[in-house]
């Protein structure tokens, strides 16, 4: 099992900003691509952005020219970073990463255990 660290979250005004991040911490041969989910109360669990292994990206129309994801293979992370943050972005980020691990002939999608984010008004 592939364990996601995610770190980052909390409570921010709105017009704030917040980082996060996702560190896959095992045994792994590459990861594909990496991205995030958000889920707010109530709601169903969207894309917000998502970014493949040669760095290619795409975005969520609500957070384009807000949020900005990247990656750093050498640590084996993602981030988010999030400006001007709404209180509509209020939700559970979670993270996920394709992953081949050793012994492994396909890569697996693993999730996060998803981190808070709140933007007040």
């Known amino acids: 099992q592939v364990q996601l660290v995610e770190s980052g979250g909390g409570l921010v005004q709105a017009g704030g900003s917040l980082r996060l991040s996702c560190a896959a911490s095992?045994?792994?041969?590459?990861?594909?691509?990496m991205g995030w989910y958000r889920q707010a109360p109530g709601k169903q669990r969207e894309l917000v952005a998502g970014?493949?292994?040669?760095?290619?990206?795409n975005y969520a129309d609500t957070v384009k020219g807000r949020f900005t994801i990247s990656r750093d293979d050498a640590k084996n992370t993602v981030y988010l970073e999030m400006n001007s943050l709404k209180p509509e972005d209020t939700a559970v980020y979670y993270c996920?990463?394709?992953?081949?691990?050793?012994?492994?002939?396909?890569?697996?999608?693993?999730w996060g255990q998803g981190t808070q984010v709140t933007v007040s008004s």
């Open positions: 996920y990463a394709e992953v081949l691990r050793y012994y492994s002939s396909s890569y697996q999608r693993n």
């Open positions: 970014i493949t292994s040669g760095g290619s990206t």
């Open positions: 095992t045994s792994i041969i590459s990861i594909n691509a």
